[in-house]
């Protein structure tokens, strides 16, 4: 076997392991997803215009084809939440939304089944959550989030000491070395300025 055969056989092969690893961390994802929208089914993505749970045959858009390919877990609906406040909080958000869903109202199945996120966000530095409908219990859990966020690091979870000015977001000390913006200055600071 020459070099030049050897080199592409080499190449094909970690190109197949580099596969072998993708479809391992996919697996691992979707069987994660398959266990939190199991216990929020809330999280399940929906037709944004429908409003229809994807797992219901729903299409993406208008005029779309009703049949979608079956939901393969392969992203939930808190995927839209940023990664270091899904890591912080985003189950706990989710647990304590689940116990004010079931306290609400007439306590109707109907009701809980038809409750879900419209959109997660982030915006001026802390969380957005739009749901579909609310109670005021609801909306407690939901401020009381919005509040936490903009004290925690976007990016890694950790209390949030730095604050990005003009595109606002909290960082922690380790992750505000990390990111190539220079306009950022401390809680103290960012706190302060806010009250004038
Ligand atoms: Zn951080």
Redesign the pocket.
Known sequence: MNAVDKNMIDTMTNEKHYDDYEDNIDQEVKEANKKLVERFPFLIPRNAWSGKKITEGAGFWPGSPDEIPEYDYEYTALDDMPK?WRKAFGEQMCEELKDALERSGDGMDDDVEDWYPIQIKEKFGSLRFYPIWSTEEIDKVIVKYEKLSLET?I??G?PATKYTIGWISP??D??AKKIKYDKVVPKETFFGKEKE
């Open positions: 270091g690091c990016k890694c950790a960082y922690c380790e992750c």
